[in-house]
């Protein structure tokens, strides 16, 4: 079986590391990685909506020199028709190299990558994990704070639904000295497997608490989400939470000098656009980042699976 990624721990810290360097080579010199992926071809297969992650993942390709196939989405294609997973990616792997794919379901990442005869990066698969999101971020941190450990980082609004909170303690747990504060409402707390199979089983400290302003002093990254709103089962609940927190540049008066603070985007309400202009704001660079990290795990799949 070809090499998949469906979350960040597939990839061991050192080869994080190596993906970092090789993003920051490809941004410092993009004329030389620009026939990298000359004659490969990416299927970004999107079973749900984006904008952000399917054209980075379009554009990291176009920038290595390969092509890319999709269709408009997904959901209307075959899978409208009864067709599975399974067979789809079957289909796909006779047509690309590589597939990125994105899945309303939890697992679907995992079993198309059971069924493909390429390497299947999972963009993100329902309330689970975004592992090449989490790539953009630890790049941004590694970038703002020059590396990883004894990081206090919080985590902030939807940490039930939202994947790339997931990811991302999974893979800033393996790094020394980290203490998470996790920020939500009661109703949106990271899920108990989160906790056990990442925080409980490593010992690593972090504290839950429902009030952003108590605790923004004590943080070195501030990683803002949105709450889910198509994962919810209710629109009242939604509504009732969507505006729990809204990081402004009064909020920001307590925070540590050097906060970094992180967003996946796309951003609703949780970040005034004031904030925007404070040089603490990573947000917009972490969207580069995220296309020099996929620009830089495409070429390493590609490179072990034996096509380039
Ligand atoms: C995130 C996602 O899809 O989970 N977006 C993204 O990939 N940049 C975050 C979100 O949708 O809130």
Redesign the pocket.
Known sequence: MVRSIIDTTDLSVEEIDGLIDTAEDMMEHPREYAHTCDGMILSTLFYEP?T??RLSFESAMLSLGGRVISTPSADSSSASKGESVADTVRVISCYADIIAMRHHKEGAAYVAAQYSAVPVINA?DGGHC?PT?TLADLCTIRREKGGFSGLTVGLCGDLKF???VHSLINAMSRYEGIRFVLISPEELKVPSYVKNESLKKKNIPYTQVTDLEEVIGELDILYM??V?RERFFNEEDYLRLKDSYILTPEKLRSAKKDLSILH???RVNEISVKVDEDPRACYFKQVLYGRYMRMALITKLLKEAGRL
């Open positions: 984006s952000r992650t993100g975004h999101q939202g994947r790339t989400t949105r889910q996946p985007l796309p």
